[in-house]
């Protein structure tokens, strides 16, 4: 089992950063895909990032490219989002969720590829 857990979220002026953590125990590979989803009240869930621990090869929605960096420490078994020049559409919840696979590539945006998740941490972003 691998428990995931968010913080980091809040609410922020429009053209603000937020760094949203994610932090993984239980029983997972030093190699895995990782990623960052949203979800906005009436929307579906969508895939903000991804990274592949380990190999450090990253993934973006074209959404947040050129705004958010994912990133990871892998001796803390964390996973970063960073987020910067938000608007108000990135309002939402933000989960933390891992595959149970290191492959992130032509997966990582499905959340049904994703095995864990976390429980979220809001995110609120005003005009």
């Known amino acids: 089992q691998v428990q995931l857990v968010e913080s980091g979220g809040g609410s922020v002026q429009a053209g603000g950063s937020l760094r949203l953590s994610c932090a993984a125990s239980?029983?997972?590979?030093?190699?895995?895909?990782m990623g960052w989803f949203r979800q906005a009240p009436g929307k579906e869930r969508e895939g903000v990032a991804a990274?592949?621990?380990?190999?450090?090869?990253?993934y973006y929605a074209d959404s947040v490219k050129g705004r958010a960096t994912i990133s990871q420490d892998n001796a803390k078994n964390m996973v970063y989002l960073q987020m910067n020049s938000l608007k108000p559409e990135d309002t939402a919840m933000y989960y933390c969720?891992?595959?149970?696979?290191?492959?992130?590539?032509?997966?990582?945006?499905?959340?049904?590829?994703?095995?864990?998740w976390g429980q979220g941490t809001q995110v609120t972003v005003s005009s």
């Open positions: 969720a891992a595959r149970d696979s290191w492959v992130c590539a032509g997966y990582w945006y499905s959340h049904d590829a994703y095995k864990y």
């Open positions: 239980g029983d997972i590979d030093r190699r895995n895909c």
């Open positions: 990274i592949t621990t380990g190999y450090g090869n990253t």
